[in-house]
């Protein structure tokens, strides 16, 4: 093939560009036309042939229409082709062809092979990027582009933008690049046109039917003129000029990036980079003066045009930044335009609920504004606003001080979304109007409501770390914090008017939040002794301490005060963050979980009226129905696993952090603890403590598997630690519970905590030492100082039995119970102790299966029955009530108190034959004997013994197993003494061995 000219080679490439395969080459467009366009505008051009003369003396065509036009040394200036969907390898090549062609003005491999007309009817989709040959823009292209960005034109009328002759004067008085005062009153005149017209005048503005080679780029822009915000259905704002204008403005703002994106490198430097800056500019400062109210006679301060934008996510990218970076350093303008957005967002939200996903919208918008940041200082704008408003911090204006945290501050709707009924009964209405539901859709159900509620907690999380993270709020964000915990302080008493303190599902939302913030706290920046410095953040001085009383406390306080040294150091936010995480767990978890089993055991005492006392009362049904509905938003706000394993996790914080108090030299690796108790440990409040126990006591029975994980090794270790150093603690009660918490952990009660009875029980802390220590509390809780003293023992040692039970079954542990046996004075009171509970128990069990006999006799014999008065009926009713419960109580006590009684004397005898012992025992064993074997045993028959856990078989072969272990003459003299009493056709073959054996 023959060398082409460069002339050939420009036509060529022309005519692939300019216009598709097939279409009239005798077009206006085509490229000869185009050609011939260019000369003719190059006759009227000035000697020099710049473009601003051209502009000047030359007509401009319809913005449409882009001339396509030749320098004076021939080398094309300007060609542009028609926009649609852009094509990344069309970018690619075109892109090489311009730096090419800028080395010279022919290359014949490139330029012939690749640029041949033909090829276009092959590959049509390559001609949609514009491309310049020549990256410097002339004034009428900048000019072109500007109108094509605001949609207007100073000269013809036409259906693609709209026509404002009073533009020409600034267009032709644009010099040296600026073209400020051209945009500027371009924005002005359009914004106008909107506000006085009848009905919005963009909307008459038509793109061509289709890409015509008279407007190779105009057309596609054309086509995204008409104002095409749409917004979410929920969101739709009620129509305004104001709604008009801020739509315009943001089309505008786009069609600067189309603008960008088509021709990259020739919008990246002067003069076009400049006008595109400009333009945006104007775009972002007209949006704003329009949020302001300058276009509106009745502006409100509440509401914002923007807010829609926000919520359907229809705004540019960058956009939002952009707006705070240009009005961040005008603060009166920064908060007229931002503080009604935020207010909006306030209201929006507090009137939706989990019932729908509407809430994500303003949840994700505050977000959104909250993580903008400004430059120099990197400093987060919104956050600085939000801190600024009067309700951010609302002061107290009832005795509701807790709810009006919640209802009334800005952050308070954000964080009281939830799933509990007596929050919000939609949710209930929603989710749980049906009476019956299945397993499966209950599961289904509430795993879509825990991720909700996640969802919710993430997002509120960011908010509030945005909050920390700026040095400007972090100060108000902890006094908000620190206010919302102090205003509902009261959430931790056992009787609270829930009227008056914040709702569970906002509590447990910050203590999500809070603990989000805490987990990437290192336990070396806590300071111990930050609960007792003059400027914590949390108030102890009302709380029970371990191992110390309030005047104790206040005394080593004012002691080291005076000594000039005081132990703290300065406040950091580890060690205020965490004990405000702490506190609020306190405030929140704590009681839920108590409030959710005191529903439970509600329900159980309801449904078993119901079912005594069948149709006499219908109102009681359809009460247990609202609690079973309550009951079920329970269940997926409380038993979610995604938050008791964050739960979890900071309590081992917790678990770690008083270890270190009690013990700052081992962490509670070693034992024993010092004798000495560190004040820091001692003058802390104990709910520190017993918030873990209630915490394990919830979960072990309704989500045991949250356990599973490895950190609970903290949590098991701090209980051997503290059960094995009772010093530490002046409670009893609440070694008390710790002991719950390891009874709850028996394969007996829960089977599923297995795995972490075995971790504790085979720990190698309380392999040494957990078994003396338990024995000793057996015999220490004969007294607590309480009233209820008598009677909260018998509950105690219950559980003690029963982990003793699985401790002696561990032979390492079975050692230490012969050891202490050995020993001699502890393991004597604690086998008086034994003698004591096993002889009330039984007594009190027997009388009370009397009682019950008798009872059920007389209702057996309807004659005799009713012949008592109504009222004794009723009191004889009530009694056997009461005496059932009794019963069943005391037998199960009873049970194990024998049980124990009997394992014990198989391996240990001489502690149960010592003679300051012996002629009890003897004593008691024989007189149950008698009980059970005598001639009156049949008053101890009952109807439905095993309801009330009565075995008199088991019970008698225990006590004659008894007999058998501690083999002497005194116990088989006082049954040969006493076998004329018993009743000869009773006797089992456990009895006859013991008299055989006489």
Not at 12 to 29: I, T
Not at 188 to 215: G, Q
Not at 682 to 692: N, Q, T, V
């Amino acid at each position: 093939m023959s060398e082409l000219t460069p002339d050939e080679i420009r036509r060529r490439r022309l005519a692939r560009l300019a216009a598709p395969a097939g279409e009239n080459k005798d077009a206006q467009g085509s490229p000869a036309a185009a050609k011939g366009q260019g000369e003719g505008q190059s006759k009227a051009a000035t000697p020099s042939g710049s473009a601003t003369a051209v502009a000047a003396s030359t007509p401009k065509a319809s913005v449409s229409s882009l001339p396509i036009k030749e320098s004076q040394d021939g080398a094309c200036q300007d060609v542009e082709m028609v926009t649609g969907s852009q094509s990344q390898r069309s970018v690619v090549e075109m892109d090489t062809d311009i730096e090419k062609s800028s080395q010279s003005q022919v290359d014949v491999d490139s330029g012939i092979e690749n640029m041949e007309v033909e090829e276009a009817d092959v590959r049509p989709d390559k001609r949609k990027r514009d491309v310049s040959f020549g990256t410097e823009a002339t004034e009428e292209q900048v000019k072109n582009a500007v109108c094509r960005v605001f949609l207007a034109t100073w000269e013809e009328e036409s259906e693609e933008c709209l026509c404002i002759p009073d533009l020409a004067q600034a267009a032709l008085s644009t010099s040296d690049g600026n073209y400020s005062a051209l945009i500027n009153q371009m924005v002005m005149e359009v914004c106008l046109r909107i506000l006085n017209s009848a009905s919005n005048p963009l909307l008459c503005i038509k793109a061509p039917p289709a890409v015509s080679s008279t407007s190779p780029r105009g057309a596609s822009f054309m086509a995204e003129a008409a104002p095409k915000r749409e917004f979410a259905e929920k969101f739709q704002p009620p129509p305004s000029k104001e709604l008009d204008l801020i739509s315009y403005l943001l089309d505008c703002y786009e069609r600067i990036s189309t603008e960008e994106r088509t021709a990259p490198k020739r919008s990246s430097i002067p003069p076009m980079s400049d006008a595109l800056a400009e333009a945006r500019n104007q775009c972002v400062t007209s949006t704003a003066l329009v949020l302001r109210g300058a276009f509106s006679q009745n502006r409100s301060s509440c509401t914002s045009e923007l807010v829609p934008f926000l919520l359907s996510h229809n705004l540019p990218r960058v956009f939002l930044p952009e707006l705070v970076q240009k009005l961040w350093q005008d603060r009166q303008a920064f908060t007229e335009v931002f503080a009604p957005i935020l207010h909006s967002l306030h209201r929006q939200i507090g009137v939706l609920a989990l019932d729908s996903e509407e809430y994500r919208e303003p949840l994700c918008a505050l977000v959104e504004l909250c993580e903008i940041k400004s430059d120099p200082r990197n400093c987060r704008p919104i956050c600085t606003l939000m801190t600024q408003q009067s309700n951010f911090f609302p002061e107290a204006l009832s005795q509701a001080a807790g709810m009006e945290m919640e209802k009334l501050s800005l952050l308070g709707p954000f964080l009281s979304l939830s799933v509990f009924a007596e929050d919000n009964t939609r949710v209930v209405e929603k989710f749980f109007s049906g009476h019956q539901m299945t397993s499966d859709n209950l599961k289904i159900v509430n795993q879509s409501l825990q991720h909700s509620m996640e969802y919710v907690r993430q997002e509120c999380y960011k908010v509030i770390h945005s909050l920390l993270v700026h040095t400007d709020t972090r100060e108000l964000t902890m006094n908000f914090i620190t206010e919302l915990l102090t205003r509902n302080n009261k959430r931790s008493q056992i009787q609270v008017d829930e009227r008056v303190v914040a709702g569970d599902g906002f509590m447990l939302n910050v203590m999500s939040v809070l603990e989000m913030l805490s987990f990437k706290i290192l336990l070396d920046k806590i300071d111990p002794f930050y609960p007792f410095h003059p400027k914590a953040r949390v108030c102890v001085t009302s709380e029970s301490r371990f191992s110390c009383t309030s005047q104790q406390a206040e005394s080593w306080l004012d002691k080291i005060q005076k000594e000039g040294s005081p132990p703290w150091g300065e406040i950091n936010f580890s060690s205020e963050c965490f004990y405000l995480t702490l506190h609020c767990h306190h405030l929140a978890i704590i009681p839920i979980m108590r409030k959710y089993q005191r529903r439970i055991r509600a329900i159980r005492d309801l449904q078993r009226m119901i079912d005594e006392m069948e149709g006499n009362h219908p109102q009681w049904k359809s009460q247990v129905q609202r609690l079973q509905k309550g009951k079920l938003c329970a269940d997926a706000g409380v038993l979610d696993q995604t938050m008791m394993c964050r739960v979890l996790k900071f309590y081992t914080q917790v678990a770690q952090f008083l270890l270190r108090a009690a013990d700052p030299k081992n962490k509670g690796s070693v034992l024993p603890l010092p004798t000495e108790v560190p004040m820091q440990f001692s003058a802390l409040p104990e709910f520190y403590l017993e918030d873990i126990t209630d915490f394990l006591l919830f979960v072990l029975p309704y989500m045991p598997d949250v356990l599973a994980d490895p950190g609970t090794g903290s949590i098991i270790q701090l209980l051997i630690v503290m059960m094995c150093s009772q010093n530490y603690m002046r409670n009893p009660y609440l070694l008390a519970k710790m002991v719950e918490v390891i009874f709850v952990m028996q394969p007996m009660v829960q089977p599923k905590a297995i795995k972490i009875n075995q971790a504790l029980l085979m720990h190698e802390l309380a392999l040494g030492y957990l078994t003396p220590s338990l024995m000793q509390f057996y015999v220490d809780v004969e007294s607590t100082g309480a009233s209820s003293e008598f009677y909260d023992k018998f509950t105690i040692r219950y559980h003690l039995a029963i982990i003793f039970k699985s401790m002696w079954a561990i032979p390492k542990h079975q050692t230490h119970f012969i050891q202490e046996a050995d020993n001699g004075k502890q393991f004597t009171r604690f086998v008086n102790m034994l003698i004591n509970d096993m002889t009330f128990l039984l007594d009190e069990s027997l009388d009370s299966l009397k009682r019950i006999h008798e009872v059920q006799d007389l209702m057996d014999n309807q004659a005799q029955w009713n012949a008592v008065p109504r009222d004794q009926q009723q009191q004889k009713q009530r009694q056997l009530s009461m005496d059932e419960r009794q019963c069943r109580s005391y037998l199960t006590l009873a049970t194990e108190t024998v049980e124990m009684f009997h394992y014990l004397t198989d391996k240990i005898k001489k502690p149960f034959l010592a003679e300051s012992l012996v002629d009890r025992l003897a004593a008691m064993l024989d007189f149950n004997l008698q009980q059970l074997c005598g001639r009156k045993c049949k008053d101890l028959k009952v109807k439905n013994p095993g309801k009330y856990g009565w075995e008199p078989k088991k019970l008698l072969n225990t006590l004659t197993d008894i007999y058998l272990h501690l083999d002497c003459d005194l116990f088989l003299t006082a049954i040969a003494a006493d076998e004329r009493s018993y009743s000869k056709e009773l006797f089992d073959d456990a009895i006859t061995r013991v008299i055989n054996k006489v």
